[in-house]
């Protein structure tokens, strides 16, 4: 009988663990972050060729163009810088123009080195210029940007001697690398393929 007893004693204390742990709330033990699933739309493009601009290419259809009125609370140099608002991911491509022939072809291009690096070092765990040529014979630099930058993607688009064009993927959210890495993936193929189609005029 005494061993009846020890064996019971013996046991308990597991049968009590086993019936506390299957009915334990799981909710009070740490999650990995998640983030909300986004539905892409299709990639289909339409052409940018207003007359006037000195210009044309091809945007995404879910975008809108708009024309840029304001630089940092001053009127922009000329008329023919644009935003592309995304507004399916908060989103907002910056287009800026400039005539070489106003400005020094180095210091544009030095200015934009400038504002890849030096408005984003202090967040961006790496800057990456990639230099390229597009089938249009238009050369140009593209910036990715890896961290927690304002953004990821930049670029500019020149012929050396007449035009030179900027441009910048900027969101309207706290900037974090794992939640946009996503739509960074896909907006990028149509910064690509903006650049791509571009055409001086």
């Known amino acids: 009988m005494i061993f009846k007893y020890r064996t019971v004693f013996f046991y308990f204390p597991f049968v009590a663990l086993l019936l506390f742990s299957c009915n334990s709330d799981y909710s009070s033990y740490p999650k990995k972050r998640g983030y909300f699933k986004i539905d892409f739309p299709e990639k289909k493009y339409q052409i940018f060729n207003q007359p006037g601009y000195p210009y044309s290419f091809e945007y995404p259809a879910y975008s809108n163009v708009t024309k840029d009125s304001t630089f ?85 688009l020149t012929d050396s001697t007449k035009h030179f064009l900027r441009g910048a993927l900027y969101f309207y959210a706290t900037p974090n690398e794992d939640s946009l890495s996503v739509v960074n993936d896909f907006v990028k193929k149509d910064l690509e393929h903006l650049i791509n189609t571009l055409k001086w005029k």
């Open 72 to 156: 940092f609370d001053a009127k922009p140099e000329n008329d023919w810088w644009l935003n592309i608002d995304l507004p399916l991911f908060s989103g907002r491509i910056y287009i800026s123009y400039k005539d070489i022939g106003k400005n020094k072809f180095d210091s544009l291009v030095n200015d934009a080195f400038t504002m890849s690096y030096k408005q984003h070092t202090y967040k961006a765990s790496g800057i990456e210029p990639q230099p390229f040529v597009t089938s249009n014979n238009i050369s140009g630099v593209y910036f990715t940007l890896s961290g927690n930058t304002a953004t990821a993607n930049q670029f500019f």
